[in-house]
C-alpha cells in the first residue's frame, strides 16, 4: 500500500511540476490569425503562427497590410 501511494505522489509531482505548455496563439481562429497579420505584417509572433498552420496570409485575394510605422512614445518624467 505504501508503495502504491509513494508512486501515486510521485506521478501527482511530475504532473504539478512539468506542466504542458499551449502556445499564445493555439486558441485563436485562421482568420483572426491573418487578420492580426494585415494590421502588424512583421509582427513575429503572427508570421510564426501563419507559417506553423500553413495559412498562406499573403497569399489571399483579400489580404491587405496596412502601412505600419512604429513610433515609439516619448515620455519624460
Given at each position: ?74 515620455m519624460?518624467?
Amino acid at each position: 500500500m505504501k508503495k502504491i501511494l509513494k508512486i501515486l505522489s510521485l506521478l501527482l509531482s511530475i504532473f504539478i511540476i512539468f506542466p504542458s505548455y499551449a502556445g499564445v496563439y493555439d486558441d485563436w481562429p485562421d482568420e483572426a490569425i491573418c487578420t492580426w497579420l494585415e494590421q502588424r505584417p512583421n509582427h513575429k509572433g503572427y508570421l510564426e503562427e501563419n507559417k506553423k498552420r500553413d495559412l498562406n496570409c499573403f497569399e489571399r485575394e483579400d489580404f491587405s497590410p496596412r502601412d505600419y510605422v512604429y513610433e515609439p512614445l516619448k515620455m519624460y518624467m
